[in-house]
């Protein structure tokens, strides 16, 4: 077998929040590939507490974060992670986080994104009640190994980045609001979900495209269709998974992992309307 294409090179990291402890090990071990951090202020790019809007989609802002640490380090590979965070989208009562991870090789023309979801965020934030035990929320929400902001009751920002039991004490007044900080940093259940993805990119580089042997070959959508057990009409639910190339475009469809070929006729729209 042939080395991993990016052995012995590096890759430029724009990040102030420490990424780089759960990005480099994957990468390094797997590949070869060095992390190497670019000191650029990335909140240009948006800040999670709002000071600085953040505009388009997380993937626009991760390609984007990763080339600012193309241009300022000279490298031709570029990486970046954009983490954001809200109301599950399929959970109604629970917070959810979209972790994105962009890799850039200029050199080839390849441009590679991935993004995992994950119910495990501690995403959340609480207004003080008068004699109110803030303890419980401070359980739930991992204090103070994940860092508090500390909003007044006009919404301005008293502290960020609160990790200890005195500094919190001193702002922790009624009407005051507490919130969760997200950057990575302050947040060891996101610097594991980068982590994680880290190894899904650093898997997916070591496979190269059937057709032009670029690296990055894997997901990039699905084809929906299964068909029904009873009738063998096509449903919603998914049919294929569909491999693609970042760099040539060549797509290659191959069926779900899982070995499931038909969909119950309870989600048929012909058996079950
Ligand atoms: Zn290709
Ligand atoms: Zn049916």
Not at 61 to 81: E, H, N
Not at 127 to 139: Q, S, V
Not at 179 to 198: G, K, Q, S, Y
Not at 243 to 253: I, N, R, Y
Request: hydrophobic residues 40%.
């Amino acid at each position: 077998m042939d080395s991993p294409p990016y052995t012995g090179q590096a890759v430029a990291l724009a990040t102030q929040h420490g990424k780089e402890r759960a990005l480099a090990p994957p990468l390094d071990r797997r590949l070869g590939l060095t992390v190497q951090t670019v000191a650029i202020d990335t909140d240009q790019f948006g800040t999670f507490t709002g000071t600085i809007p953040r505009t388009g989609t997380p993937r626009d802002a991760a390609l984007a974060k990763a080339r600012a640490g193309m241009v300022a380090s000279g490298l031709s590979l570029g990486l970046a992670s954009e983490g954001s965070f809200g109301p599950h989208p399929w959970m109604p009562f629970g917070a959810g986080g979209v972790e994105t991870l962009a890799f850039i090789d200029a050199g080839r023309g390849l441009e590679l994104t991935l993004s995992a979801v994950s119910r495990r965020t501690n995403f959340a934030n609480h207004i003080i009640t008068a004699g109110e035990d803030i303890a419980p929320f401070l359980a739930r929400i991992g204090f103070p190994s994940h860092a508090l902001i500390v909003r007044g009751p006009d919404g301005g920002i008293l502290a960020t980045g609160v990790q200890d039991m005195a500094a919190l004490s001193a702002l922790a007044w009624p009407g005051n609001r507490l919130e969760t900080d997200m950057r990575a940093h302050v947040n060891p259940t996101r610097m594991a979900a980068i982590r994680a993805l880290a190894g899904r990119l650093a898997a997916r580089l070591a496979t190269p495209c059937p057709a032009c042997g670029c690296p990055g070959w894997g997901q990039v959508d699905v084809m929906r269709g299964l068909p029904c057990s009873t009738c063998n009409q096509p449903t919603q639910a998914i049919f294929a998974i569909i491999d693609g190339c970042s760099a040539c475009g060549h797509q290659e469809s191959r069926p779900r992992p899982d070995g499931v070929t038909a969909a119950s006729p309870a989600s048929c729209d012909w058996c079950n309307p």
